[in-house]
């Protein structure tokens, strides 16, 4: 899966390198992945995009989104570009050659979904066509009101973890990003709901905007990769790199933990529970 700032990214850098490339030919499921999931059969990706010129990339939440022709196409994995004559990767469940000799490529990392099909059809899968609108929290429309409005019922009883990252409440703010917003908001993932005064909702949300918007600013967080392949320029403060070395603020040691799927790193002096 991809994160808001590495989907913005990449699909601002397929809008400025790629836009006006014909496709020479595609190649879907050349690798078999047990979590790689496509729109229709792979096999007819070819005849889909073949000789379809591209316009334009934007992202849309999780997937990074381009037009090919008369065809959309949306992915949720990295996606890496070649040069011409540059090896390719040899294990990907997309590539996708283009007629001047350049090429991209897209791999699963540990799951990824690929959507080839033509533009205005949905795909029926309410998580992938739903996040085309579903507001993303760089945008204007993702306000104050949007974000509690996403408070139900249920919400009290979950932990800020469960209410931001699961479920797409919030297509593309996953478990990667997550990380440093509740640092950064200063609070514990484990944290119910229920439980945060007003000054830490508002501080929540504060977060959630700026540094999602600070990530996307700096192409994408350095744990990941951009379009050419390169890390980002947002310093990640708290991943797998960085659990037991002292937290930035204050100097205690960075603590991982499995937490509903998927590790949470946090500080426990800053983030209490
Ligand atoms: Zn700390």
């Avoid at 050419?228 to 960075?254: E, K, M």
Wanted: aromatic fraction near 10%.
């Amino acid at each position: 899966m991809i994160e808001i700032p590495e989907a913005f990214t990449i699909s601002r850098q397929i809008d400025e390198t790629l836009s006006g490339k014909r496709i020479r030919y595609a190649v879907a499921n050349a690798s078999p992945h047990k979590f790689a999931w496509y729109h229709g059969d792979p096999a007819e990706y070819n005849q889909r995009l073949a000789g379809k010129v591209i316009a334009g990339g934007a992202a849309s939440g999780e997937m990074i989104r381009f037009r090919a022709g008369d065809m959309q196409v949306a992915i949720s994995a990295p996606v890496r570009y070649y040069t011409a004559g540059e090896p390719r990767v040899k294990k990907h469940q997309l590539l996708i050659e283009f007629e001047d000799g350049t090429a991209i490529s897209s791999t699963a990392q540990m799951w990824g979904a690929f959507v080839c099909l033509p533009q205005g059809e949905l795909t029926g899968m309410g998580h992938i066509d739903g996040g085309r609108d579903k507001p993303s929290p760089l945008s204007e429309a993702f306000d104050r009101a949007y974000f509690d409005a996403l408070w139900t019922e249920q919400t009290p009883s979950l932990s800020v973890k469960a209410f931001l990252a699961t479920e797409q409440r919030i297509p593309g703010l996953g478990n990667g990003v997550l990380q440093d917003i509740l640092w950064a908001a200063q609070l514990n993932p484990r944290r119910k709901m229920e439980t945060l005064c007003q000054t830490e909702v508002d501080r929540l949300f504060d977060t959630v905007k700026r540094l999602l918007a600070q990530m996307t600013m700096l192409g994408g967080r350095d744990t990941e990769r951009d379009l050419f392949w390169q890390p980002g320029g947002y310093h990640t403060v708290l991943s797998n790199r960085t659990a037991g070395t002292p937290c930035p603020t204050c100097g205690t040691g960075i603590v991982k933990q499995a937490y509903l799927g998927g590790s949470v790193y946090y500080c426990p002096t800053c983030q209490p529970l």
